[in-house]
């Protein structure tokens, strides 16, 4: 990665566009942001020490090219690129869907050496220290880079992954999915109550952790998490799995059955306890969260 000296970031007006050319700059490489919008572009030069432009085939003059945009534009995007990069350019995507993205690169590029990414983090990220970064390679080329990238973001202690895309995809729709998907419907079930901010006051530790999650989803871009929602692939069925047990926890608690109430709760617990060696933690994690809302 030390031969890369200039880096192109189509989409670099975004959040995440202008956290990797904050970034970037900071460890020395020369930045062009290329975007539709040169009002936006001029607003993020005011602030960061990058060049501006709204023409695609700029990234000719590109080391790397990191493509930055909504996966609903993105197939538009990497047709228009696909004629101008070159053979020596490394390209990635840092989309929070992979599948898609990697096949639309393969089809589209056809010169240069791709590499789906996905920083599973978002622009309030202060450095990549401790952040987790997935890394998606299909062929032994792509393979070869992602190892060199690899060693490039644990140098900056960032915690790295390497999967397929469609592994990825399978656990971002619960991760990021189901994650938003509870935080949304949560947010729609509290928004109603007529107490709610006397709530807020009084509420405890699991309230707080609740609130803060709905609110950070529902204060952001509601295209983002349609998008989301509506292409990772096996998310459908996870709601559906979500809805059905909400549904049978509703009776159990609308009939008053203690006893199987208990008894699910705990043979949950047995299950997740050996799944996850560090379980017993999570409670002390919550307060830790907490102390700092």
Request: charged share 25%; aromatic share 6%; hydrophobic share 40%.
């Amino acid at each position: 990665m030390t031969n890369i000296n200039n880096v192109a970031i189509i989409g670099g007006s975004g959040k995440m566009g202008q956290w990797f050319a904050r970034f970037l700059t900071q460890e020395g490489k020369e930045v062009t942001l290329i975007g539709r919008n040169l009002a936006k572009l001029e607003e993020v030069k005011s602030k960061l020490d990058v060049s501006v432009s709204t023409h695609v085939d700029d990234i000719r003059l590109a080391d790397a090219v990191i493509i930055s945009v909504p996966v609903d534009y993105f197939e538009e995007t990497v047709k228009q690129m696909g004629t101008h990069t070159l053979h020596h350019q490394l390209i990635f995507d840092v989309t929070s869907i992979k599948t898609l993205p990697v096949e639309m690169m393969h089809r589209y590029i056809v010169k240069g050496q791709i590499l789906g990414t996905h920083p599973v983090f978002g622009p309030g990220a202060r450095s990549l220290a401790n952040q987790n970064f997935v890394l998606t390679p299909t062929t032994p080329e792509e393979t070869k880079l992602a190892h060199k990238v690899e060693d490039f973001l644990k140098i900056r202690e960032a915690k790295v992954q390497v999967m397929t895309p469609e592994e990825h995809d399978s656990m971002m729709s619960v991760i990021l999915g189901l994650a938003h998907f509870i935080a949304i419907v949560s947010a729609d079930s509290l928004s109603g109550l007529e107490q709610l901010k006397k709530m807020e006051s009084i509420g405890g530790i699991t309230y707080k952790v609740l609130w803060t999650l709905v609110e950070s989803v529902i204060s952001e871009d509601p295209g983002l998490y349609a998008s989301l929602q509506m292409n990772l692939p096996q998310l459908p069925q996870i709601q559906q799995l979500f809805l059905k047990n909400c549904t049978e926890w509703t009776e159990l608690v609308k009939n008053k059955d203690r006893q199987e109430f208990i008894r699910r709760m705990k043979a949950i617990r047995s299950q997740l306890e050996a799944k996850s060696a560090d379980f017993g933690k999570a409670y002390d994690n919550m307060y830790k969260i907490a102390e700092g809302l």
